[in-house]
């Protein structure tokens, strides 16, 4: 179970246009959802905490007008790079904290951006 | 706000060696903690997490963590390293709701045959 499932899993995109990256988590309901970036040999970075129904909470230096962050159900978060240049080529880390008395991030696979 | 060190960048321990692997977090209060691994190019895999309780803590793929408080200490050990554990291991840190998880740098594993 706590399976988190990330679309699309690479894409590339010229500079200037925007991509959609979604985040379901499959088998079960989640209220949270984070959304991380990691550079290459690096460690994760926070971006944002998205909470279903409400406006995402951006960490601080994270540009909210660049990184579109939508968490419109229980089982559903996107994240949109606006026009996007290639300093925002990275891999963009999904995870949705599953309820309970132990609350535990279950983390997508993760998407790869490369943007040209 | 709580932060997570990971001393080694990289470790090199030959097949059948034992590992262990060292995190140490900075939290005010009683945190969570969780240590994760990562394969290229793949998300992230929970191997274990400590909230409360018996501070030894045995997750999965024979991994084991013991909470230190007095060290501030999550430390990560194997009794007997396999070749498939070669990864990246991110230990973590996180606030009782875990609403705000911080990552420390990581320590890439290397296993030599």
């Known amino acids: 179970g706590a399976v988190v499932s990330q679309h699309p899993s690479w894409v590339i995109c010229k500079s200037g246009t925007s991509v959609k990256i979604e985040c379901r988590s499959l088998d079960f309901q989640a209220t949270t959802m984070f959304w991380y970036r990691q550079f290459p040999k690096q460690s994760l970075m926070l971006m944002a905490t998205s909470n279903e129904g409400s406006k995402a909470t951006y960490e601080q230096g994270v540009e909210k007008d660049k990184f579109l962050i939508n968490h419109a159900s229980l089982t559903l978060s996107t994240l949109t790079v606006t026009s996007a240049h290639p300093e925002d080529s990275s891999f963009y880390i999904c995870?949705?904290?599953?309820?309970?008395?132990?609350?535990?991030?279950?983390f997508g696979p993760g998407t790869r951006l490369t943007v040209l | 706000a709580q932060s997570v060190t990971q001393p080694d960048i990289h470790i090199t321990v030959s097949e059948g060696a034992s590992l262990e692997l060292r995190c140490n977090y900075s939290y005010g209060a009683t945190p969570y903690l969780f240590w994760y691994v990562q394969s290229p190019g793949q998300g992230l895999q929970l191997l274990l997490k400590?909230?409360?309780?018996?501070?030894l803590v045995q997750g999965i793929k024979g991994f084991e963590a013991e909470f230190k408080r007095s060290q501030s200490s999550f430390n990560l050990r194997k009794p007997s390293v396999h070749w498939s554990d070669a990864a990246e291991y991110f230990c973590?840190?996180?606030?009782?709701?875990?609403?705000?998880?911080?990552f420390g740098a990581g320590t890439r594993l290397t296993v030599k045959p």
């Open positions: 400590y909230f409360s309780g018996d501070t």
């Open positions: 995870s949705a904290l599953a309820g309970g008395s132990t609350d535990t991030q279950y």
């Open positions: 973590a840190v996180a606030s009782y709701n875990n609403n705000d998880m911080r």
